[in-house]
T-cell receptor, first 116, second 111 residues
Framework: NAGVMQNPRHLVRRRGQEARLRCSPM?????VYWYRQLPEEGLKFMVY????????ESGMPKERFSAEFPKEGPSILRIQQVVRGDSAAYFC??????????????FGEGSWLTVV | EDQVTQSPEALRLQEGESSSLNCSYT??????LFWYRQDPGKGPEFLFT???AGEEKEKERLKATLTKKESFLHITAPKPEDSATYLC????????????FGRGTSLIVHP
């Protein structure tokens, strides 16, 4: 897990507020992936990004969720108007190249969102 | 539909009692099969990547093997510090290659 930095580690939001989760990939990695892990469930893919591009967002809910990976700075996963069902662990992973090139992805320690 | 199933869901072993975890997958074309270890409150830690049937990889007390339909994670003489959830994932050769994860096997090794 060393190298992929996520913050905050823990975040509490009231229903209707916004949550912003940040991810800095490992040094030398230019591809970022976001996964969500609900209690008693597996890791579910949300979105795959390169710098300034969304490559695949097929796992992202259509409403309230957005992600970006700007030219400078960390990747951001943004959840607007949070609901209790958004409570989960959100993991970021990175790879040096696109996954299609066979590169393994490496995960951060996760951000635990609790909606009250 | 491509999918991955891990068994058993939970496994309790005595220290030194070797066993295997199973990962069965259904995919039209396998790009890669991955094993991760996840401790409570932590992110998944990469263990192995396997690419083709017959391939094996080892790391300390762990050995991963791959056939055309399943992968095994063999744990030899486990220690309490091997207690964790072990996650299997695959990447399909068609589509966007995004890794799809199983629900994991929760392993507890008693001293």
């Amino acid at each position: 897990n060393a190298g992929v930095m996520q913050n905050p580690r823990h975040l509490v939001r009231r229903r209707g507020q916004e949550a912003r989760l940040r991810c800095s990939p490992m040094k030398g990695h230019s591809h970022v992936y976001w996964y969500r892990q609900l209690p008693e469930e597996g890791l579910k893919f949300m979105v795959y990004l390169q710098k300034e591009n969304i490559i695949d967002e097929s796992g992202m809910p259509k409403e309230r969720f957005s992600a970006e990976f700007p030219k400078e700075g960390p990747s951001i996963l943004r959840i607007q108007q949070v609901v209790r069902g958004d409570s989960a662990a959100y993991f970021c992973a990175s790879s040096p190249g696109g996954f299609h090139s066979g590169n393994t992805i490496y995960f951060g320690e996760g951000s635990w969102l609790t909606v009250v | 539909e491509d999918q991955v199933t891990q068994s058993p869901e939970a496994l309790r072993l005595q220290e030194g009692e070797s066993s295997s975890l199973n990962c069965s997958y259904t995919v039209s074309g396998l790009r890669g099969l991955f094993w991760y270890r996840q401790d409570p409150g932590k992110g998944p830690e990469f263990l192995f990547t396997l690419y083709s049937a017959g391939e094996e990889k080892e790391k300390e007390r762990l050995k991963a093997t791959l056939t055309k339909k399943e992968s095994f994670l063999h744990i030899t003489a486990p220690k309490p510090e091997d207690s964790a959830t072990y996650l299997c994932a695959f990447s399909a050769s068609g589509g966007s290659y995004i890794p799809t994860f199983g629900r994991g096997t929760s392993l507890i090794v008693h001293p």
